[in-house]
């Protein structure tokens, strides 16, 4: 799709769905689909197509989940980032935040250093290995505001290990779907239950919140 017909999508998705764009947003989520649809032509990134669900899903829910950051410059932390989202539109709708995106597959961490050069993304770092590396690093520890994982499945052993990158009072973000609040047993002693937010309800997609303790 051109450059303008993606733009007029991605418009016309987020009026849908009553979320407020400025143009240059519209503008650099469509440069960066369009990077995402150019590379999945070579590689099996994610399964965008040209069905509305799929710009929803990779677009629209992260940008709806924007509003749960708590706060315009936070340090953010994406397992598993793949495709690029959520990490990279959220990036794109809030630029001063600190982005450290962590992808273990070569040809995938090349794309999403490909996406923050093409888009100039500052403060953003693509680290290409398992996130358990980060772990062994002193200047990691405790310093995320908030760990967002999508598409990755965790258990209580990957989420005690997750949290000792993330400060106290930090938030892990789950992106998914089905019953509201059925993460809620994967909270440990040092992560409590936070919220359950619906992100689009036609897709019965929500953001589960867990956060550590002060």
Request: aromatic share 4%.
């Amino acid at each position: 799709m051109s450059g303008r017909g993606l733009e007029d999508r991605i418009a016309r998705r987020a009026v849908g769905h009553g979320i407020d764009l400025e143009d240059l947003q519209v503008s650099a989520l469509a440069d960066y689909v369009s990077l995402l649809e150019r590379w999945n032509r070579r590689m099996n990134l994610t399964t965008l197509n040209d069905s509305n669900e799929g710009l929803d899903r990779l677009v629209m829910e992260p940008i709806r989940a924007v509003q749960h950051l708590p706060s315009l410059t936070v340090r953010m932390l994406d397992i598993g980032s793949g495709g690029g989202s959520p990490a990279v539109p959220m990036k794109l709708m809030r630029p001063a935040l600190s982005l450290r995106m962590v992808e273990s597959k070569t040809r995938k961490a090349a794309f999403l250093r490909d996406v923050v050069r093409q888009l100039a993304l500052d403060q953003t770092v693509v680290e290409c290995c398992r996130y358990e590396e980060l772990l062994t690093r002193p200047d990691l520890r405790e310093t995320a505001d908030v760990v967002t994982i999508r598409a990755v499945r965790v258990d209580n052993g990957e989420l005690q290990r997750l949290q000792v990158l993330l400060r106290s009072g930090g938030s892990i973000f789950l992106f998914g779907g089905g019953a509201e609040g059925d993460s809620c047993d994967l909270a440990l002693p040092l992560l409590r239950w936070g919220a359950s937010h619906a992100l689009l309800r036609a897709h019965g997609s929500r953001l589960d919140v867990l956060i550590k303790g002060e």
